[in-house]
């Protein structure tokens, strides 16, 4: 008979989370199809909407992509004037970044046919739960462990 850990849940939480993060990817990229968008350009549009836009160097850098490929990312956006490419007046060797109206329109939209998709994927949930959900989420995010497998575990590693 399987021995199981001391002091461990009875119940794993990996392929519930795998499971729900799925369906709220699939959902999510449903929406944004019907918007014309991709994953990618609601992330690009968010952050330089949230910085006020953005040099191309520095959005590379915040997207932790390589710099051929963002330009590639910004030809999209600006092919549908979603975003404003114009020269640094600091450094005319650079590029700054900006969403325009229209991109701000449609961020506006895709985050409510977002928001409306998480809420058909968590719908069995009421408001607080919801919150509680994020809190833990976010808990567990910022890495706070605890546990004496975890910290077993921490301690083997650290000893190899």
Do not use: F
Request: with cysteine.
């Amino acid at each position: 008979m399987a021995s199981s850990p001391v002091n461990q849940p009875v119940h794993r939480s990996a392929a519930l989370l795998d499971h729900l993060a799925r369906r709220m990817r699939l959902q999510g990229e449903s929406v944004l199809v019907q918007l014309g968008l991709r994953p990618r350009h609601l992330v690009a549009l968010t952050v330089l909407r949230d910085r006020g836009g953005s040099t191309q160097q520095a959005l590379s850098s915040t997207l932790m992509m390589d710099g051929t490929n963002v330009v590639g990312l910004l030809n999209d956006l600006e092919a549908e004037q979603l975003i404003a490419r114009r020269r640094s007046p600091e450094d005319r060797r650079r590029h700054v970044v900006e969403v325009t109206a229209e991109g701000l329109e449609l961020l506006d939209k895709a985050e409510c046919a977002l928001a409306a998709a998480e809420n058909e994927v968590l719908g069995a949930l009421d408001e607080a739960q919801r919150e509680a959900l994020y809190g833990l989420l976010q808990q567990a995010a910022n890495g706070e462990a605890s546990g004496s497998c975890t910290e077993a575990w921490a301690t083997r590693s650290v000893s190899r």
